[in-house]
T-cell receptor, first 113, second 114 residues
Framework: EPEVTQTPSHQVTQMGQEVILRCVPI?????FYWYRQILGQKVEFLVS????????KSEIFDDQFSVERPDGSNFTLKIRSTKLEDSAMYFC???????????FGQGTRLTVV | AQSVTQLDSQVPVFEEAPVELRCNYS??????LFWYVQYPNQGLQLLLK??????LVESINGFEAEFNKSQTSFHLRKPSVHISDTAEYFC????????????FGTGTLLAVQP
């Protein structure tokens, strides 16, 4: 069964460092997303990506964040200068189209120290 | 703006008892509704969805949910729970559109006790 894969599963980084979280969405999907879940809190939307551009971003997704689809399979989230409050589980998701369900990866747990 | 309310942060229940996890949403446009389950230290798995058609939807492991437009609800039910159903359950809403983003509720921890 096709699935969304994310790497790494865990990442520890120093405050101020850049991190790149990687995702391989399901191959025939056209919509890609990043969500985050701070420990014990709800899942929050960060950004959606369609047709090679950002279609919507939340207030959380400030200038420190960027997304890229560098080739036909990968979808990355970059945090340029990490802050302690960026510590969270980051989920990548994809869906085949609008009005369809999103499939989530297993997440990357980011810890900023 | 859309929002989802899950009033119960935790629902303790004994094994083989019935359970209902409540979800209410607000939206000014047509919605698509979902329940996702998160087992400890794992990702989000789609449990069931309402996109269109029958308002009663079912999962393969015995859960069901009913879309009630007049009450703006999408409550999740199971007639008899198992220990293995212990997990966090998230209700989510989307209006499709150009972004198809999901808005999640705060989650309900279903704690099944023997």
């Amino acid at each position: 069964e096709p699935e969304v894969t994310q790497t790494p599963s865990h990442q520890v980084t120093q405050m101020g460092q850049e991190v790149i979280l990687r995702c391989v969405p399901i191959s025939n999907h056209l919509y890609f997303y990043w969500y985050r879940q701070i420990l014990g809190q709800k899942v929050e939307f960060l950004v959606s990506f369609y047709n090679n551009e950002i279609s919507e971003k939340s207030e959380i997704f400030d200038d420190q964040f960027s997304v890229e689809r560098p080739d036909g399979s990968n979808f990355t989230l970059k945090i340029r200068s990490t802050k302690l409050e960026d510590s969270a589980m980051y989920f990548c998701a994809s869906s085949v189209g609008s009005g369809t369900e999103a499939f989530f990866g297993q997440g990357t747990r980011l810890t900023v120290v | 703006a859309q929002s989802v309310t899950q009033l119960d942060s935790q629902v303790p229940v004994f094994e083989e008892a019935p359970v209902e996890l409540r979800c209410n949403y607000s939206s000014s446009v047509s919605v698509y509704l979902f329940w996702y389950v998160q087992y400890p230290n794992q990702g989000l798995q789609l449990l069931l969805k309402y996109l269109s058609g029958s308002t009663l939807v079912e999962s393969i492991n015995g859960f069901e949910a009913e879309f009630n437009k007049s009450q703006t609800s999408f409550h999740l039910r199971k007639p008899s729970v198992h220990i293995s159903d212990t997990a966090e359950y998230f209700c989510a809403v989307s209006n499709g559109g150009a972004t198809n983003k999901l808005i999640f509720g705060t989650g309900t921890l279903l704690a099944v006790q023997p």
